[in-house]
């Protein structure tokens, strides 16, 4: 897994709004030496922090009380910030046709799976936001 230099601590988003996933989440961050961004638990946090904080990667749950991170997710494109979804629901048919592609991890993971997919993140060329 490719990191970025030393004198660089990659910053991870997480959006979730279970308390339990993001406290997991959180201790697989500080074992890694990656700095975390939020947990946000709810859609307003996590477009704020989208907008005002230097990102390296996101991990949105696609569902956030009753809504989605769709507001979320079109922020992290804009600024041409790689993240990935999660959630325990099948998306066939709701995911916006302007996040195909997007890497999704179904829940229940593994915080390996995490790890390497906030790697594989970390690693990708920056994406243009599309037209």
């Keep these: 897994m490719m990191m970025p230099p030393a004198c660089s601590i990659p910053r991870i988003l997480i959006v979730e709004d279970s308390i339990f996933i993001g406290l997991a989440l959180q201790d697989m961050c500080d074992s890694l030496g990656w700095a975390l961004i939020g947990p946000a638990v709810t859609i307003a946090d996590g477009l704020r922090l989208a907008r005002a904080e230097a990102i390296d990667a996101a991990l949105l749950d696609v569902e956030i009380g009753d809504s989605q991170s769709w507001d979320i997710a ?5 600024r041409a910030i790689p993240f990935a979804f999660t959630t325990g629901h099948a998306l066939a048919g709701i995911l916006p046709a302007r996040f195909a592609g997007t890497p999704i ?5 593994r915080l390996a799976g995490i790890e ?3 790697g594989s ?3 990708a060329p920056a994406r243009p936001p599309p037209a």
Excluded at 74 to 78: A, G, M, R, S
Aim: charged share 10%; proline share 6%; hydrophobic share 55%.
């Design 74 to 78: 079109t922020v992290l494109q804009q």
């Design 105 to 109: 991890l179904r829940k229940p993971f």
């Design 116 to 118: 390497q997919l906030i």
């Design 121 to 123: 993140l970390l690693a």
